[in-house]
């Protein structure tokens, strides 16, 4: 009588298939060659494109974060407990850097920032991050918690009850998200019919590239439950992190292929590809000098471009690109336009004659003397005191 259940027929030949491959790290010569240097050069890229810039070009901001999550997730997994660890220290599973509930939200993200011209982010997104900060909140507890603890969750209670469903949840997250992405693409494709070819391209690539690395994962889970009934820890899940870092190469590959695509001007929002609709820059175009005219929001001396674009509900490199393409000015120069319109206005009411030029200036929104004689010395091509007498002068 066997005490132990051995597989028999078409899933003992699928075990021993599938054994060597989990259990002996058949794909183990591939972590030095591949897997760590992707890893690493993954969290550094990403770093980087986070905290600087390259003349004046950044990377996607959804797709930085994607890239350092996947990263930090496969790192972390390779911290301790294999032959090809990095470390013996069994507690490091605990390390609060895993953040793969934020991988749904990150690709839908990623997509609606490409296809919606008036993307901004709003303080209600902050809420698909939720299960992910949850997560690093418990990630955190337990490696602040005693050894004693640690010691009952570091072994097949902590996969079971913790690692396996939040894997689970983040597969489910990612195939949901993909899904609405794949919505809000196909949306778009139907609305838009001009040829933003590289966008298209990019997106229906990344999209397919993305289900196909969930679907690994989820495979991988079938399998050790399936097979090994759990018995086979994340870390030695080989086929998963090869596939974790061949989808980061591919994608570090796109990048280099493709670098105007990618990297965005500070002052712009979109790639050569990605040609306003003439009709939607005159709308805002229009919407912009109604603002101005009746609400005369110039008049504030702390308007900035931020702000401005508040006012119109857009993100604000769009609307730097709407000033410079629709308006042909720069922000300075649209917003000091009103400003100096306003002064000339002044000037001539003659209830305005007992106020100095500075005075003046300052109901119409400048900050200072100095940069409102630059202002009006720039588009009258004459200093306040001189306009003053020229219009006099007329006046008579």
């Known amino acids: ?3 132990i259940p051995v597989n028999q ?9 599938f054994e060597p491959i989990f259990q002996d790290g058949a794909l183990g010569f591939l972590y030095p060659k591949l897997v760590y240097p992707v890893f690493a050069g993954g969290m550094l890229f990403s770093f980087f494109m986070l905290f600087a810039r390259i003349r004046g070009k950044s990377l996607n901001i959804f797709l930085t974060i994607l890239i350092l999550v996947l990263a930090l997730y496969g790192f972390k997994n390779q911290l301790y407990g294999v032959d090809e660890g990095l470390t013996s220290y069994r507690y490091a599973i605990f390390t609060p850097i895993s953040f793969i509930l934020l991988i749904g939200p990150l690709i839908y993200f990623h997509t609606s920032s490409l296809l919606d011209l008036r993307f901004c982010w709003k303080k209600s997104y902050w809420v698909h991050a939720i299960p992910g900060l949850l997560s690093f909140l418990a990630y955190t507890v337990l490696i602040v918690s005693p050894d004693t ?3 009952q969750f570091v072994f097949s209670h902590f996969e079971v009850s913790f690692s396996i469903p939040e894997q689970l949840l983040a597969i489910l997250s990612g195939y949901i998200y993909t899904w609405l992405s794949y919505r809000k693409y196909n949306k778009w494709i139907n609305d838009h019919k001009t040829n933003e070819a590289k966008t298209k391209l990019w997106i229906s690539k990344f999209l397919v590239a993305v289900v196909m690395l969930i679907s690994v994962w989820g495979l991988t889970i079938m399998i050790n439950y399936w097979l090994f009934d759990f018995g086979v820890t994340t ?3 080989y086929p998963l992190w090869l596939a974790f870092a061949i989808f980061l190469s591919w994608v570090a590959a796109e ?4 670098p105007k695509f990618f990297l965005l001007r500070k002052n712009t929002l979109f790639s050569e590809d990605n040609i306003f609709l003439v009709e939607e820059m005159s709308r805002y175009t229009h919407e912009l000098q109604t603002l ?3 609400e005369k929001i110039y008049a504030d001396p702390n308007l900035n471009l931020e702000k401005l674009a508040t006012w119109l ?9 709407v000033l410079n393409n629709g308006v042909g000015k ?4 649209f917003v000091n336009s009103y400003r100096i319109n306003e002064v000339k206005l002044m000037l001539k009411d003659q209830r305005n004659r007992n106020l100095t030029i500075e005075a003046i200036a300052n109901q119409a929104g400048f900050r200072s003397k100095s940069s409102f004689n630059t202002a009006f010395k720039k588009l009258t091509n004459m200093t306040p005191k001189e306009y003053i007498r020229s219009d006099s002068a007329n006046s008579q």
């Not at 027929?9 to 298939?17: E, F, L, P, Y």
């Not at 720069?330 to 120069?333: H, I, M, T």
């Open 1 to 3: 009588m066997t005490l």
């Open 9 to 17: 027929g078409v899933q003992k030949k699928i075990d021993a298939w």
């Open 149 to 151: 603890i640690k010691e």
């Open 235 to 237: 870390l030695t899940n």
């Open 255 to 258: 990048i280099l292929l493709n």
């Open 292 to 294: 101005m005219k009746e």
């Open 313 to 321: 509900d857009i993100n604000p490199r769009y609307l730097s690109s």
């Open 330 to 333: 720069s922000f300075y120069d």
